[in-house]
């Protein structure tokens, strides 16, 4: 019979508080941990099953899963209970677990009705993740229906109560009594006791189905039996994306051979599809300029051959606005037109006009060149910063300055002499 409240288990080290639950394989008991002022989960076979022919297979399943269950928990999972202790009392074997406050998926959804995608798809995730934690150790958890999914009040999940040997089947038991909550389970695991991966992949399905609708889907046996057709959730709850439409359906294929065949499979059915690949170049920021660079070597060369040039123009008395005019002429056409050489014959040639006579030519065939190769060295350098505008604003203004300045200092140390 069922332990009371108040019992003292291994010398009192644990104390029963009251039945949890109680079902076709087990029972399970809230109990204080005395030393460590825990509360604890404890559960047990029933006691009526040792009268089946099966019950010691089933208690050495119940055993060797209970330590490698106890194996996880060295290495916890956030959202699988914890296992703090394996144990007999006398005749009953008996596995201790953590005790996890909240509600659980069935009192959820009793209490609010059917969930919003958004909120249940993330808890959903978590223990699905917390269940290919389960496959990877050898395990099926064989009983993820609502009641076995507790929900903190932070909104994390976390998966209890493992189906412990569901896989045997008791004789002192029906073939449909033998799954706990039978309607989240597929007909294989309730006719032959299977234990693969695809068994939890539609208990989970099947638990999601519940969670968005509000209502239990049809059984499996049903379905299998009877061929009962399942509803949709979409035609159920309207607002249900098709994604999740499929993702149940998929997961609670009635075949298992039709379900994806692993955990990780089924939950990347729930991941929003991914945006199609954009080969286009990305925009980016708009570039910062880059530094403007002023070739002061250059400017210092057009500086002084005009500076030189002036003083020859000073020297013949040309009219101050013939010389103004052919640096704007001259420089528009060769600094910022062409090239090296048209500026220096430009040069040459307007300077012998200016000027006159044999002197005047010798000079237009030297300083005007080294004039006309500065400005047009200069101007390639500085329209790569520069505007044209700016860059005859640039040049303009230099070899102005270089022939006033020498024409000026010309005038200057003649009149001094």
Avoid at 223 to 233: A, G
Avoid at 366 to 372: E, M, N, R, S
Wanted: hydrophobic fraction near 45%; glycine fraction near 10%; charge should be positive.
């Amino acid at each position: 019979m069922p332990w009371t409240t108040g019992q003292r288990l291994q010398g009192g080290k644990y104390v029963i508080d009251i039945v949890l639950g109680q079902g076709g394989f087990g029972i399970t008991y809230k109990a204080l941990h005395i030393e460590l002022n825990r509360t604890v989960v404890i559960k047990t076979p029933n006691e009526y099953l040792s009268h089946d022919p099966e019950y010691d297979k089933y208690i050495e399943r119940f055993i060797q899963e209970g330590r490698t269950l106890a194996r996880l928990s060295q290495d916890p999972h956030p959202h699988i209970v914890g296992v703090i202790d394996l144990f007999k009392e006398g005749a009953i074997n008996c596995l201790v677990m953590d005790f996890v406050p909240g509600e659980n998926l069935f009192e959820v959804v009793r209490r609010r009705g059917a969930l919003p995608e958004a909120k249940i798809i993330p808890c959903i995730r978590q223990i699905g993740e917390a269940l290919v934690e389960v496959h990877q150790a050898g395990l099926v958890h064989r009983d993820a229906h609502p009641g076995n999914i507790m929900l903190r009040s932070n909104d994390k999940a976390v998966l209890i109560d493992f189906g412990i040997a569901k896989e045997l089947l008791p004789k002192t038991l029906s073939s449909t009594g033998n799954a706990g909550n039978h309607g989240f389970a597929p007909y294989e695991q309730m006719t032959r006791g299977s234990r693969e991966p695809t068994v939890d992949v539609y208990c989970l399905a099947a638990t999601l189905y519940y969670a968005v609708t509000g209502q239990n889907p049809t059984t499996s046996l049903a379905r299998k039996l009877d061929d009962v057709p399942l509803t949709p959730p979409k035609q159920i709850i309207s607002g249900i994306s098709e994604r999740l439409n499929q993702a149940i359906l998929k997961g609670m294929a009635l075949e298992a051979k039709d379900r994806p065949q692993s955990m990780q499979a089924w939950l990347a059915m729930l991941e929003r599809p991914k945006a199609k690949l954009n080969l286009e170049p990305i925009p980016s920021k708009p570039a910062t300029k880059s530094p403007r660079i002023i070739l002061w070597g250059w400017l210092v060369g057009v500086l002084v051959s005009y500076l030189i040039i002036g003083c020859f123009l000073g020297a013949s008395n040309a009219p101050y606005i013939v010389w103004a005019v052919a640096v704007a002429v001259v420089w528009a056409w060769a600094g910022v037109q062409t090239g090296v050489v048209a500026g220096a014959w430009g040069w040459a040639g307007i300077v012998a006009v200016a000027v006159g006579g044999a002197v005047a030519v010798a000079v237009a065939w030297a300083w005007p060149v080294a004039g006309g190769w500065a400005v047009a060295m200069a101007g390639d350098e500085l329209r790569k910063s520069f505007s044209k505008v700016n860059t005859f604003l640039i040049l303009a203004s230099t070899s102005s300055l270089g022939l006033g300045l020498g024409w000026l200092g010309h005038r200057i140390f003649n009149t001094g002499s």
